[in-house]
């Protein structure tokens, strides 16, 4: 008895003894080691895509202590070469100014006018894209230091749930503005058609569009000519009368007042401007994954060029009820039951 009563002493104080002592009141704590990260956007702080590629990666690397710092270029509203060139100049500038560890760059414009001239195959710093429409290899990517995320829509899955909600329809026009990132979105649709065949629905026509009076021109004539609307990007579309940029919300406005057709959306701004229905992609998987990737290089610091390059794979079923009853649709219960995103 005495025996066990004097080896557990020993270990009590042994354990005492080795075990490190807690910092005194006033002595200097270990430094925290915060990361930088820089998140490059090609649009502007109010699109509900940037929005949300920003909470993606917030929750992605919300483990690391991290300082932030953001850039928007504004592709969508002030497209210009010249412009776009500008604010690229001066992104670079600030980026200089913070250096940071990983930058973060979001959609195809911030590849373009700064990773590839200024960034890539840098030593310093590392790059993780996400949002990107063109084949990766456009821009040389991988590189040394740039990995990252593929953007695919939906569009296979989207016609499919359209007929499935209304088998009655049979054809569809894709609308879509005339910026670069539609060029890029419909040679993945023709690709995707010539991979893998047709669509649910017949596409009778693919229009790209420049101005918004030529979109109001259109979608009045498909009131006749098709039985669906399926609905790109209407983000840079121009008034032919002030050449500035209108508002999404204003398009859609205007769009939802006069079109009797079914909608169909891609991507997840298609929440707010009441589209019927679409298998959507999400601006927040575009930034989780982004962010998961800039985690691997920040705590392991594994070179963002050996990362594997990432696609989204994840679509979230959304339907409008208020849109469905507008246009005397009923939508059956079990196809609202499975669907991720319900607007009533």
Known sequence: MRRSILAMFLVLVLGAA???????????????????????????????????????ILEALESLPVVYDYAYLDAKRTPSRALLTEAAGKVITRMRDFDPDVVIAADDAAQAYVVVPFLKDKPRPQVVFCGVNAP????????SNVSGVRERWHYREGVALLKRLIPSVQSIAFLTDASESSDYIIQDMQEDLKQRGPYALEIKNIDVIGSYQQWQRRVIACQTTV???????????RDESTGKVVSPEEVMAWTNSVNVKPTLGFADYALEHDILCGVLESAHEQGYLAGTMALKTLSDHVPAGTLPMRINDTGIVMLNLKTAERLHIDIPYEIIEAAGAVIQ
């Open 227 to 237: 039985d669906a609307l399926a609905l790109g990007i209407y983000q840079s579309l």
């Open 18 to 56: 080795l075990a490190p002592s807690p910092a005194a009141p006033g002595e200097a704590q270990p430094p925290v080691v915060w990361k930088r990260v820089f998140v490059l956007h090609s649009y502007n702080p109010e699109y509900v895509w940037t929005q949300n590629i920003n909470q993606g």
């Open 136 to 143: 990766p290899s456009i821009y040389g990517f991988p590189a």
